[in-house]
C-alpha cells in the first residue's frame, strides 16, 4: 500500500511539471522553432561522445565482476548493462537501472548473489565519488557565478547539503567498517542497509587496491561524457554556455535527478535546465529545455537500445529461458536476497572483514 501511495504521487508529480513546462503554447512554439534552426552537426558529435561514457561504464563494472571471479564475456555484459540503461529510462531516479543490473547478476552467478549485490554497490560508490570530487571542484572554482541569483543559489546549497550527507554516510560507514560494528547497528538505525552494503563492499574489495583505482579512473571519462553530451546539446542550438558553464551546472542536476522523484529525471531536469542556464548563462527558458531534451535524447537511444537487449537476453544457467519477470518480481528477489544476508551475516560477517583488514594491511 506504501509502494502504491509513493508511485502514485511521483506520477501526479510527474505530470504536474510537464504541464507546467509544455502548457504554454508560446513556449510549445519557441522550443520547436528552437529545434528547427539546430545543427545537427553537434548531435552528431554529441553522439559518440555520449557512448564513450557507456563503455568506460561497461568497462568499469567489468573489472569489479573480475575482482570477485566473477566472468562474462563482453557482449553479453553489454548487454546486460543495456538492459539497465533500458529500466532507466522508466523508473524513478537511476535506481531502477541498478535494479536491473543486479537481478540479472544474479541470475548469471546464482552461487554468487552477495558478490553481485556487493559489486554493484561499489560500483556506485566509485561512481559518487568522482561526482563529489568533481562537484566539489567546480562549485569551488565557481561559486560567485552560482550566486548570481536566488534560485540558481538555492540549487548550489542543495548540492553541498547532499555532497556533505553522502561523504557522512560513506565516512561513517567506513569508520564502522574498520571497527567491525556493522553487525552492532541497531534495526532502525538511519540508513543502515546501505552502510552495512557499504561496510561489506569495502571489505570485499580490500585487496583490489590497484583494480579499484582503476575503476575509479574510469569514472571521470563516464562523468565528462555525460556532461560532454549535454555541451554538444547545447552548441546544437546554438546557446552561448562555454564548457566550464555546463560541467559546473551538471553536477547539480545530475545529483538531484538521481533522487527517485520522476522517472528517469524526466521533468525534474527540464526545469532544472531551464532555471540554471537562464539564471547563470543568460539562455532563454525554452531553450534551456531544449538543451536538456536534446541531451537527454543520447541516453534515451541507448535506453531503447537495452529494450531490444532485453527482449533478446536470457540468463544463463538454470532458470534462463521462460516468460520475462515483472518489475515487481526482479524487485522482490533482490530484496529477499538482502534479507537473507542480513539474517545470515551475524558473527560470520565480523570474521570476514578482519581478515580481509588484516590481509590488506
Not at 118 to 137: E, F, K, N, Q, S
Request: hydrophobic residues 50%.
Amino acid at each position: 500500500m506504501k509502494k502504491a501511495l509513493i508511485r502514485t504521487a511521483q506520477a501526479i508529480f510527474t505530470i504536474a511539471i510537464l504541464i507546467y513546462l509544455f502548457n504554454s503554447p508560446e513556449k510549445r512554439a519557441q522550443i520547436g522553432a528552437a529545434f528547427g534552426r539546430a545543427d545537427a552537426h553537434w548531435m552528431l558529435i554529441g553522439l559518440p561522445v555520449a557512448f564513450v561514457g557507456e563503455i568506460a561504464n561497461i568497462v568499469r563494472w567489468n573489472i569489479l565482476l573480475r575482482v570477485q571471479g566473477m566472468r562474462i564475456g563482453w557482449l553479453r555484459l553489454a548487454q546486460l548493462f543495456f538492459v539497465g540503461l533500458f529500466f532507466n529510462l522508466f523508473m524513478p531516479g537511476y535506481t531502477g537501472g541498478d535494479f536491473a543490473r543486479l537481478y540479472y547478476s544474479m541470475r548469471e552467478f546464482p552461487d554468487r548473489k552477495k558478490e553481485a549485490v556487493l559489486t554493484i554497490v561499489m560500483d556506485r560508490l566509485i561512481g559518487m565519488l568522482a561526482l563529489v570530487l568533481t562537484a566539489v571542484a567546480t562549485t569551488a572554482l565557481r561559486w560567485q557565478w552560482l550566486q548570481q541569483t536566488p534560485q540558481a543559489s538555492f540549487f548550489a546549497w542543495v548540492l553541498i547539503c547532499m555532497l556533505i550527507g553522502f561523504s557522512a554516510l560513506v565516512g561513517g560507514s567506513f569508520l564502522i567498517s574498520g571497527l567491525n560494528l556493522a553487525n552492532r547497528l541497531p534495526r532502525h538505525f538511519p540508513f543502515r542497509e546501505q552502510v552495512i552494503e557499504a561496510s561489506e563492499a569495502y571489505h570485499l574489495f580490500a585487496k583490489a587496491r590497484t583494480s579499484l583505482a582503476l575503476a575509479f579512473a574510469l569514472s571521470f571519462p563516464v562523468l565528462f561524457s555525460f556532461y560532454g553530451a549535454f555541451y554538444c546539446a547545447s552548441q546544437a542550438v546554438h546557446a552561448d554556455v562555454s564548457l566550464l558553464d555546463m560541467v559546473t551546472i551538471m553536477p547539480i542536476v545530475t545529483s538531484i535527478i538521481s533522487l527517485p522523484i520522476t522517472p528517469g529525471g524526466l521533468g525534474f531536469r527540464e526545469s532544472l535546465f531551464e532555471i540554471l542556464l537562464s539564471d547563470l548563462a543568460k539562455v532563454p527558458g525554452e531553450v534551456g529545455i531544449l538543451i536538456s531534451l536534446l541531451g537527454f535524447s543520447f541516453f534515451l537511444l541507448f535506453g531503447l537500445l537495452g529494450g531490444i537487449c532485453y527482449l533478446f537476453y536470457s540468463p544463463r544457467g538454470k532458470g534462463g529461458a521462460g516468460a520475462r519477470p515483472r518489475w515487481k518480481q526482479m524487485q522482490g528477489e533482490v530484496e529477499r536476497a538482502h534479507s537473507q544476508d542480513d539474517d545470515n551475516a551475524g558473527n560470520k560477517r565480523a570474521r570476514v572483514n578482519e581478515n580481509a583488514w588484516r590481509g590488506a594491511s
